[in-house]
């Protein structure tokens, strides 16, 4: 069976209520459990974690191989514009991992535009709202089959 890991940085625990015009109104929960149905019916199962701190995110990608996660789809939120530790967790782990911005960074402060994380990234989905989580499943179940 497919496992896929979907980690979300700081302040995602507020979508539905942050900046709605934003975000939308969906919540983590919503996201993840619309994941959940989505994977079940393609024989997957995904696992979310959602943390504030950065370091309890590396913890969860230095993890990730010992429990046999075939994929990441990571929403690090502002750790993508500022944590090197994570972008060396990620490529430490040799996990493939899907980057996912809710926004679209690039119409947003200069400061979002870089990610230290998409040069490493099998891809990167942006602005498509919550869809983008949906892509990125869509894209790591089909890359689980062709290997």
Known sequence: MVR?????GPNLNLLGTRE????GTQTLADILGRLATVAATRGATVV????????ALIEQVHAASSQQFDAIIINAGAYTHTSIALRDALAAVRIPFYEVHISNVYAREAFRHHSHLSALAAGVIVGLGPLGYELALEAALRAQTVR
């Not at 896929?4 to 979300?8: M, R």
């Not at 709605?20 to 975000?23: E, F, I």
């Open 48 to 55: 979310g974690f959602q943390s504030n701190a950065e370091h």
């Open 20 to 23: 709605p015009a934003t975000y």
């Open 4 to 8: 896929i890991l979907v980690l979300n």
